[in-house]
């Protein structure tokens, strides 16, 4: 049936047109923008996840920011430990060449002395944008609960859309010069029993026993040395030791020095007095050494010589270096090798510590890089239109447009073929 007031075959021609310009518009818009998915009424999950993910990129832009201006700062730490370790090797040449007992000792010292002054120097110019990690001005405590900085390292977005920053702890490494305080009036610090010895061993010993060292409860119930950096040490605490005390020994005019190290136990500490006063030259031959009962230094006097003073001493220093000012080849070579020697690996110790955070620190760095690249990469999966497929598909649609309007045309005229049956 034929029909002049309704054209069904105009009215689908229409509407497919409708729909061919509708889809020529996105494809347009497509062509237009380089995206798929470019606002939410496009694919509105798509989009929201899509902006989720560049919102993380724009993130992970600052933490690579803070991740370069970390790895200057831990650089500076490093090449400051690592100068010093060089200056204290010095130090070490002339401390040893004064051991020769013809040589100018006076004209050594005062090199040591100027090498000293160096070494203070270099320690207290090592600041990136403020922040010195080797002379002892940071009081902080970081991510691994010591002394320290924390450097922004990631952002961890879990399975459930929330999300939390982590960091990179990076250790302190007091490398300073302050001097120590006198401790020894701490009950765990260790004691001698006497203060003289008398001739000919028999009975008259020096004991050095009853040590114990801080813990993290802010008491001294530890079973080994730790840190004074590790979280829960009160440094004020007297009644133990903590890795850096110094303990010093002297028999007549022997004086030996230990310097606690981590990981320490008490009889190590007895173990390392003996060795200290060894090294600083008190003779087996004239002295006997007895660490049988673990923790406890014996020490017997076999020479013939009567009341040879004894004095026992712990000082807490605040810097690793904090007995460098005490060297002195002119009156004690002997205990200034010992003293130097704890120093050293007190700076190697720190250089290799700012080493090992800062290859950390270039890792994460390239890990955050591939990571930005990956999700960027993703995000274009999401959104980017293909424009391969977007051009073959653009002109298709203008040869169904033109179809289109043809089709309508001729749609349109079917009415007009109605008058010839009037005629």
């Not at 029909?3 to 105009?10: E, K, M, P, Q």
């Not at 020529?24 to 798509?46: C, F, P, R």
């Not at 022997?254 to 090294?279: F, H, L, P, W």
């Not at 004095?311 to 807490?316: F, K, L, N, P, Q």
Request: no cysteine; glycine share 10%; proline share 0%.
């Amino acid at each position: 049936m034929s029909s002049i007031l309704t054209n069904n075959g105009a009215m689908v021609a229409l509407q497919t047109l409708k729909s061919i310009n509708s889809d020529l518009g996105k494809t347009q818009s497509m062509i237009s923008t380089g995206k798929e998915v470019a606002s939410a009424k496009d694919n509105a999950a798509v989009w929201a996840i899509s902006k989720t993910m560049e919102a993380d990129v724009k993130g992970f832009k600052a933490i690579s920011d803070s991740l370069s201006l970390g790895q200057s700062t831990v650089a500076v730490g490093r090449n400051a430990a690592e100068t010093v370790t060089d200056l204290l090797t010095d130090i070490k040449g002339k401390i040893v060449a004064a051991q020769e007992e013809n040589v100018d000792r006076g004209k050594l010292q005062t090199d040591i002395s100027a090498l000293t002054e160096q070494i203070k120097s270099v320690v207290g110019a090592a600041q990136f944008n403020g922040q010195n990690l080797v002379d002892g001005s940071n009081t902080g405590s970081n991510a691994n609960g010591n002394t320290g900085i924390d450097i922004l390292a990631s952002l961890d977005r879990n399975s459930s859309g929330g999300i939390a920053a982590s960091s990179i702890g990076v250790d302190t490494q007091n490398l300073s010069t302050t001097a120590g305080t006198d401790i020894t009036t701490g009950t765990g610090t260790g004691s001698a029993d006497i203060s003289t010895l008398a001739a000919n061993g028999g009975a008259d010993l020096v004991t050095i026993t009853g040590f114990t060292f801080l813990d993290t409860s802010g008491a001294a119930a530890a079973s080994a040395a730790l840190k004074g950096s590790t979280a829960g040490v009160d440094l004020n605490e007297t009644n133990g030791l903590v890795v850096g005390d110094a303990v010093e020994l002297q028999i007549g005019d022997i004086k030996g020095t230990y310097r606690v190290s981590e990981g320490d136990t008490n009889a190590s500490v007895a173990t390392g007095i003996k060795d200290a006063m060894q090294n600083a030259g008190l003779s087996t031959d004239d002295f006997a050494f007895d660490l049988t009962t673990a923790g406890t230094l014996t020490i017997e006097n076999l020479t013939s010589e009567a009341n040879i003073g004894v004095s026992y001493e712990v000082s807490r220093g605040s810097g690793r270096l904090a007995s460098l000012e005490d060297i002195n080849v002119s009156t004690d070579p002997a205990t200034a090798l010992s003293s130097i020697e704890d120093m050293l690996t007190g700076a190697i110790d720190a250089a290799a510590s700012f080493g090992s955070v800062e290859g950390r620190l270039e890792t994460q760095a390239s890990f955050i890089s591939s990571l930005s690249d990956s999700l960027k990469s993703g995000i274009g999966a999401m959104v980017d239109a293909d424009m391969e497929e977007t051009s073959a598909r653009l002109q298709a649609l203008q040869v169904q447009q033109q179809l289109g309007v043809q089709s309508l045309s001729i749609a349109n005229q079917a009415p007009q073929s109605i008058m010839s049956l009037f005629r």
